[in-house]
């Protein structure tokens, strides 16, 4: 076990009509008046955040509303909210929505406590970045799908549209006051993404799972299981019964879990599928996060497995339920990338680049310039923890997967 | 899944040498004037308290000292320790030990910001505490013995040892601001003290794990089944190579993860194995917390199991590894119940009252003596959440364990 520390100081609210109690808890971490920040989608349409906004102000606070997230979320936005919110003096934030709005959220709370230009937070010189937020204005979040772990990380993705540039900070001023999790909320979701949330939150303990360490790691290997088996049984179930409770609630739980370092303890982490997808879809705006790392992820692990074979056979026994084959190990692994791949599929997920919408004809030309464009991750111009990747392993895992 | 909130604000920091961070921390926290409360044990008299607060002083903190700390901690090391901190000034406590050392500085840093007698949060009337503490000094944890799980959880537990009185304290005031593991310090401690402290954290994820929900628990159940593992796989390899530091570091984070609250998210918990030793280890002094567990658990397990036996199936294949008896699923139950009294008869415990220090000639009249005494959880009397235990149910376990 690597030296580690670990914080999660987001309080998870979690139940029926949670979302009741945001006012509450708004005022509980000092805010007044407060910016609602959403997509302007269903959510708005259906009267959702209305009632949140009417509650709120019943509550005794003041609200400034700002919609229009996008997939991906745009720096145009986060810079429009930050005008917003030094001009209407708001101190707490409330993200209503998925990761994108919560990642705009962060990004517009980190932009409200700093002088200069919120993207520095994003963008490296000579490997580093920029810029390392301080603080941050305190926000919160009322989580509607379960995906990117966003409510309880200390990540923010932002894309910058003009240049096809989607880039991330990661710092703890990024995590939430509070995150609500009011699973009837998710219902309404169409099954394509409550699968691409499905994949996400597997990916982001898989990140963490397949790590470059050599000795046994007990306690966070079961861990990440917890989260593979949760995804894998109630996703199923939700396939099947989209309204099913237990499962929209468990799911909606493991999302936060699984992104908020508790699966990574301890572990380097490799987060190479992660990388490469935020280029995908940085290049593709069409491309949902978690349908591309449906497509890259099993690509990935036929690319990689041989680096670790005791680490694969565990997952392939413990976690996809492969009989071991003592006498051709690897094969136990190949079967078991093959069942997530079928579990992926039955999902309704695409698990073939030329399967994603606007990709079908993505030719070696794009693949190299997706694959250049990765950020590094180490000194020597690689990517990935579990096994380095270098730009032509990146072209060779996109030839696999198309 | 229940409706719940979940807080766990504690920082972990974890490594080799971890110790070394406390002052900083402690000034992160706003602390000044450290009290450093112990145990006067090995760890002082081996001088690592002394080097400790060496080096809070070359941090530039002041530091007052009070050791003296029993097993079940007593009441009146509490109020002298208020009294102590309050003439010196203190704004910051440093709990340098295990479950015991932490409980007491809980109590200290309770008494410091109430005006009353700190007892009264730890005793009731007509079923509820005689007052709820509204704030608590900060404190920090060097963790020494992974066991009690205190240094993350919301509880404090003292005994008042003129009246034989174990009560506790529940309360988010109790949540430590960070908890520095090192594990190489738990590598000295007697096998039989790092057996107790796998019994007692395998057993707070037991309370979470059968729990009176039929539903289908995924997520929690996995998490808590992580906990088992882990204890079982690095409890064997610690009984036979002490020294081996991913066992120490496994052990040691489960201790935290297994009573922060983690495990029991959305379940009610059942809590009767941990009231009844209690008042075991409230009569007996010279019982250790976790050699109770181990001789009370498995008896009321065969005492409870036909409530649910599809929970108690689960747990006998998967974490026992029982193969299920299909044709009397009740035999996989009864093997699984064995196969971990045997596990903790490896690990050198005590699996009968007649075993444990003291003990050995419990009649009749201590045992209704004591199943008296057990604190209630229920308007009508009982204790328990997986089955409601009435005190002749009580007795029948103590029966059932000599």
Redesign the interface.
């Known amino acids: 076990?690597?030296?580690?520390?670990?914080?999660?100081?987001t309080?998870?609210?979690?139940?029926?009509q949670?979302e009741n109690q945001a006012g509450t808890w708004i005022k509980e971490y000092g805010g007044s008046k407060v910016l609602v920040h959403h997509d302007s989608g269903f959510m708005k349409q259906n009267g959702f955040i209305d009632r949140v906004i009417e509650q709120l102000k019943a509550d005794g606070l003041s609200v400034v509303e700002l919609g229009g997230v996008v997939p991906n979320p745009h720096l145009e936005l986060v810079q429009e909210g930050i005008a917003l919110c030094k001009k209407e003096e708001v101190d707490f934030l409330l993200a209503i929505g998925g990761g994108s709005v919560i990642d705009s959220t962060k990004a517009i709370a980190m932009g409200l406590q700093y002088e200069g230009n919120v993207w520095d937070f994003f963008i490296e010189k000579d490997g580093e970045p920029l810029n390392v937020p301080a603080k941050s204005t305190p926000f919160g979040v009322i989580l509607t799908i379960a995906a990117t772990g966003s409510e309880c990380s200390n990540s923010c993705v932002i894309t910058k549209a003009d240049e096809n540039l989607k880039r991330f900070c990661d710092n703890d001023v990024n995590r939430a006051r509070f995150a609500i999790e009011d699973?009837e909320l998710t219902m309404s979701l169409p099954p394509f993404q409550t699968a691409c949330g499905v994949v996400d939150i597997m990916s982001h303990s898989m990140e963490r799972y397949f790590t470059p360490e050599k000795?046994?790691m007990?306690?966070t290997d079961?861990?990440c299981?917890?989260?593979f088996?949760?995804c894998m049984?109630?996703g199923r179930i939700l396939r099947d019964d989209p309204n099913n409770?237990?499962?929209r609630?468990?799911i909606m739980?493991?999302s936060s879990?699984s992104h908020n370092g508790?699966t990574g303890?301890?572990r380097t982490g490799d987060w190479a599928s992660h990388y490469i997808e935020h280029e995908l879809s940085g290049e593709y705006f069409s491309v949902t996060h978690g349908a591309g790392l449906a497509v890259l992820t099993p690509a990935w692990m036929r690319y990689v497995y041989k680096e670790n074979q005791t680490l694969f056979l565990k997952w392939a026994t413990r976690v996809m339920g492969v009989s071991m084959d003592y006498e051709k190990p690897e094969r136990t692994i190949l079967e078991a990338i093959d069942r997530l791949e079928t579990f992926y599929k039955e999902m309704g997920m695409p698990t073939r680049l030329s399967e994603l919408p606007g990709v079908e004809n993505l030719d070696e030309a794009v693949m190299e310039k997706m694959a250049k464009r990765v950020r590094v991750m180490h000194p020597d111009g690689s990517v990935g923890g579990f096994k380095r990747l270098y730009t032509e392993d990146i072209i060779n895992i996109f030839r696999m997967a198309m």
């Open positions: 076990m690597n030296d580690f520390t670990y914080l999660s100081p309080r998870l609210i979690v139940g029926r949670a699973p000795e046994n007990v306690l079961y861990l299981e917890a989260i088996h949760t049984e109630c409770y237990e499962a609630a468990n739980v493991a879990l508790l303890m301890g």
